[in-house]
Nanobody
Framework: QVQLVESGGGLVQAGGSLRLSCAAS????????MGWFRQAPGKDREFVGG????????RLADSVKGRFTISRANAKNTVYLQMNSLKAEDTAVYYC???????????????WGQGTQVTVSS
């Protein structure tokens, strides 16, 4: 079992920045691919990005490329989502996810956090 706890959400003005954190526990953190999904009101959950076990490789959705970055600190069992140049359309609940394969991570991750709300005012 993997437990994921997100933090760092909140209200920010358009153009601003936020950094989300996700603390993982339950098994060896470096054995998991980590990522983020989001769900806006009335919309399906959307893959935002993922990061490899070592942190050397990342994948980001086209909608956030150039604005968001993903990183991880394996010594701290934590993954981060740095969000810059935020737009109103980034408003959503953001979920931290974990999986053992990239195919699963980007579609139906095995483990989900409880989510943290990000609201961007225009």
């Amino acid at each position: 079992q993997v437990q994921l706890v997100e933090s760092g959400g909140g209200l920010v003005q358009a153009g601003g920045s936020l950094r989300l954190s996700c603390a993982a526990s339950g098994r060896t953190f470096s054995s998991d691919l980590m990522g983020w999904f989001r769900q806006a009101p009335g919309k399906d959950r959307e893959f935002v990005g993922g990061i490899s076990r070592s942190g050397a490789l990342t994948r980001l959705a086209d909608s956030v490329k150039g604005r968001f970055t993903i990183s991880r600190a394996n010594a701290k069992n934590t993954v981060y989502l740095q969000m810059n140049s935020l737009k109103a359309e980034d408003t959503a609940v953001y979920y931290c996810v974990a999986a053992r394969s990239i195919a699963v991570l980007t579609t139906t991750p095995d483990y989900w956090g409880q989510g943290t709300q990000v609201t961007v005012s225009s």
